[in-house]
């Protein structure tokens, strides 16, 4: 069993960053892909991000991002500390959920929430003047 914990969300104004983490435990780390979805209110869970198994940021074929996100989200993972990051830049209006990260033991990058086994509880971004 393998249990998450976000951290990081909070408030910020458009345009500002935030850096978030999952904290992972209860399972080797490093053979799950991990996600990072997000939940604005009346909307559907949608992805946002996901980085491979064993994968290192720094190699693009190991991540893969939701269009909205692209070029201003950057996910990374450091297995030595079983942590996901998901740094946010130029936010905007739009990024406003709770945001979510997922496990999952495989060696693809899927981006459906079905298709994931372990889930934290959420940490709230909010992006206002």
């Known amino acids: 069993q393998v249990q998450l914990v976000e951290s990081g969300g909070g408030l910020v104004q458009p345009g500002g960053s935030l850096r978030l983490s999952c904290a992972a435990s209860g399972g080797t780390f490093s053979s799950y892909a991990m996600g990072w979805f997000r939940q604005a209110p009346g909307k559907e869970r949608e992805f946002v991000s996901v980085i491979k198994r064993y994968g290192t940021w720094t190699y693009i074929a190991n991540t893969f991002y939701a269009n909205s996100v692209k070029g201003r989200f950057t996910i990374s993972r450091d297995n030595a500390k079983n942590t996901v990051y998901l740094q946010m830049n130029s936010l905007t209006y739009e990024d406003t959920a709770v945001y979510y990260c997922?496990?999952?033991?495989?060696?693809?990058?899927?981006?459906?929430?079905?298709?994931?086994?372990?889930w934290g509880q959420g940490t709230q971004v909010t992006v206002s003047s």
């Open positions: 997922a496990a999952v033991a495989t060696g693809g990058m899927p981006s459906m929430p079905s298709e994931y086994t372990y």
